[in-house]
């Protein structure tokens, strides 16, 4: 059974061409990886089709009933709320009764005889039995339990692997028909990413995700649809079988374009030719000549690869930090960081793995200096310059255009010694010259990776 199908569909921001004429239709009980590269406008399909984004031509027709659920790639919730308010909110309407009467309750263990409190209990009580929220209160703490959530925690202090757990929890309880996924493992440790595999696989209902995780696909997908230059090509199968048919496909292409391109140079050598020439030309020829221009125009050629190179800077002490008995932990909390001795030295490739909500990030910031430690110090050496990559992206300025993040007033950076243009340094890491003056807030994510990594690569850091 189709549960959604989207036909001839167009999108374009600015000068770029997202959606060309795309086409696809998700059937009952799919599980279809969307994939391509950062910025060819994989989320905006997924907004699309949750109704946040309209398109430009074109139209997605529902089947009628579908309930769909969507997470995007940065989930966002009010830092108030605790994880039970923040995954009820998926129960649009039954979402700020059961609050309430969570709140209620808590407030009535404290004043047990509140004559006042006990009558709200009451009223709310029979509000939500009355609209079959019991149930539905059920089915929240089920997930949470089976996600190891706190209900009471706040949203406020959670990691970033929690706050996408919290948001899979609140798409999960609606038991949708049709389930949205931007980048769901992001920020995801190893065993969550494990049991988000195997509950997509146990449910009946339909996905559509979005990663560019190659194991996941091979283990959950069966289906692949590519986001390629606008177009959507269906794939059957998982990731293995899509890259075997992709590289024929890509061959194929290579030889049509080569074979184009030769006819094309051949024809622009014959119109150029002398006087004589031109006086007799074939204006039929003349004509096909300017057909294959138009053409060559418009092809989309793929993508080419980001050139990663780091300006090293001066040479550090040997020393780069050094952890004596380091303790940490929010409030009256658990020990994220415990009587913590280690050295970190010149040289080091250090993984840093862990659960989410373990503490890996609030070591981080213990080292960079931007927490200070309950307990025991933090020494760190002489002559570092440190390039930090920030799980949130929080140092990007979303007002900002490209040029002024990678070079406030200057159109120059200097790189190991050698000055380069900022529109070539951009074109390094595949951003387009017409997209330099662009807003920090238009690119996507993975868009807005690339361009993180630039700034921190245009700056010296050892």
Do not use: C
């Given at each position: 059974?189709?549960?959604?199908?989207?036909?001839?569909?167009?999108?374009?921001?600015?000068?770029?061409?997202?959606?060309?004429a795309?086409?696809?239709?998700?059937?009952?009980?799919?599980?279809?990886a969307?994939?391509?590269?950062?910025?060819?406008g994989?989320s905006?399909?997924?907004?699309?089709?949750?109704?946040?984004?309209?398109?430009?031509?074109?139209?997605?027709?529902?089947?009628?009933?579908?309930?769909?659920?969507?997470?995007?790639?940065?989930?966002?919730?009010d830092?108030?709320?605790t994880?039970?308010?923040?995954?009820?909110?998926?129960?649009?309407?039954?979402a700020?009764?059961?609050?309430?009467?969570?709140?209620?309750?808590?407030?009535m263990?404290?004043?047990?005889?509140?004559?006042?409190?006990?009558?709200?209990?009451?009223?709310?009580?029979?509000?939500?039995?009355?609209?079959?929220?019991?149930?539905?209160?059920?089915?929240?703490?089920?997930?949470?339990?089976?996600?190891?959530?706190?209900?009471?925690?706040?949203?406020?202090?959670?990691?970033?692997?929690?706050?996408?757990?919290?948001?899979?929890?609140?798409?999960?309880?609606?038991?949708p028909?049709?389930l949205?996924?931007?980048?769901?493992?992001?920020?995801?440790?190893?065993?969550?990413?494990?049991w988000?595999?195997?509950?997509?696989?146990d449910?009946?209902?339909?996905?559509?995700?979005?990663?560019?995780d190659?194991?996941?696909?091979?283990?959950?997908?069966?289906?692949?649809?590519?986001?390629?230059?606008?177009?959507?090509?269906?794939?059957?199968?998982?990731?293995?079988?899509y890259?075997?048919?992709?590289?024929?496909?890509?061959?194929?292409?290579?030889?049509?374009?080569?074979?184009?391109?030769?006819?094309?140079?051949?024809e622009?050598?014959?119109?150029?030719?002398?006087?004589?020439?031109?006086?007799?030309?074939?204006?039929?020829?003349?004509?096909?000549?300017?057909?294959l221009?138009?053409?060559?125009?418009?092809?989309?050629?793929?993508m080419g690869?980001?050139?990663?190179?780091?300006?090293?800077?001066?040479?550090?002490?040997?020393?780069?930090?050094?952890?004596?008995?380091?303790?940490?932990?929010?409030?009256e909390?658990?020990?994220?960081?415990?009587?913590?001795?280690?050295?970190?030295?010149?040289?080091?490739r250090?993984?840093?793995?862990?659960?989410?909500?373990?503490?890996?990030?609030?070591?981080?910031?213990?080292?960079l200096?931007?927490?200070?430690?309950?307990?025991?110090?933090?020494?760190?050496?002489?002559?570092?310059?440190?390039a930090?990559?920030?799980?949130?992206r929080?140092?990007?300025?979303?007002?900002?255009?490209?040029?002024?993040?990678?070079?406030p007033?200057?159109?120059?950076?200097?790189?190991?010694?050698?000055?380069?243009?900022?529109?070539?340094?951009?074109?390094?890491?595949?951003?387009?010259?017409?997209?330099?003056?662009?807003?920090?807030?238009?690119?996507?994510?993975?868009?807005?990776?690339?361009?993180?990594?630039?700034?921190?690569?245009?700056?010296?850091?050892?």
């Amino acid at each position: 059974m189709t549960l959604l199908s989207v036909s001839n569909a167009h999108l374009a921001f600015g000068h770029v061409a997202l959606l060309d004429a795309a086409e696809f239709s998700i059937e009952s009980g799919e599980r279809i990886a969307l994939i391509g590269r950062n910025g060819t406008g994989k989320s905006s399909l997924l907004k699309a089709i949750t109704g946040e984004l309209a398109l430009d031509q074109g139209e997605i027709v529902r089947r009628s009933g579908l309930t769909q659920a969507y997470v995007p790639q940065e989930p966002a919730f009010d830092p108030e709320h605790t994880i039970f308010d923040a995954v009820a909110g998926g129960l649009a309407e039954h979402a700020d009764g059961l609050s309430r009467w969570r709140t209620v309750v808590s407030q009535m263990e404290s004043h047990p005889d509140d004559a006042s409190l006990l009558a709200e209990m009451t009223r709310l009580q029979s509000e939500l039995e009355a609209g079959g929220a019991w149930d539905l209160t059920h089915r929240i703490d089920r997930m949470l339990s089976k996600l190891a959530l706190d209900p009471q925690a706040r949203v406020a202090e959670l990691s970033g692997g929690l706050r996408k757990r919290v948001a899979i929890a609140r798409a999960l309880v609606i038991e949708p028909e049709l389930l949205l996924l931007d980048e769901p493992t992001n920020h995801l440790d190893i065993d969550s990413i494990h049991w988000l595999e195997q509950l997509l696989i146990d449910r009946r209902a339909a996905t559509l995700f979005i990663t560019h995780d190659r194991q996941m696909m091979d283990n959950v997908a069966t289906r692949i649809i590519e986001l390629d230059r606008g177009r959507l090509r269906s794939y059957p199968g998982h990731f293995t079988a899509y890259q075997t048919r992709k590289a024929d496909e890509l061959a194929q292409e290579a030889q049509i374009n080569a074979k184009f391109d030769r006819l094309l140079a051949q024809e622009e050598v014959w119109i150029r030719k002398g006087v004589e020439a031109r006086r007799t030309r074939n204006e039929g020829r003349v004509r096909r000549l300017e057909a294959l221009r138009l053409a060559r125009a418009e092809r989309r050629d793929r993508m080419g690869r980001t050139r990663l190179e780091v300006d090293t800077g001066e040479r550090s002490g040997r020393m780069v930090a050094e952890l004596q008995g380091v303790s940490k932990r929010w409030q009256e909390g658990p020990w994220l960081v415990h009587e913590l001795d280690t050295i970190i030295q010149r040289g080091d490739r250090i993984g840093l793995i862990g659960p989410n909500g373990a503490g890996k990030t609030t070591l981080l910031r213990l080292i960079l200096g931007e927490l200070t430690p309950d307990e025991g110090r933090v020494r760190t050496g002489t002559g570092l310059q440190v390039a930090y990559f920030d799980q949130l992206r929080a140092q990007l300025d979303e007002e900002a255009s490209l040029v002024d993040t990678i070079s406030p007033g200057s159109e120059w950076i200097e790189i190991g010694g050698t000055r380069t243009h900022v529109m070539s340094y951009l074109g390094r890491f595949l951003f387009a010259p017409e997209r330099a003056r662009s807003p920090v807030k238009s690119l996507s994510g993975g868009e807005r990776n690339r361009l993180l990594l630039a700034r921190l690569f245009a700056r010296p850091a050892n």
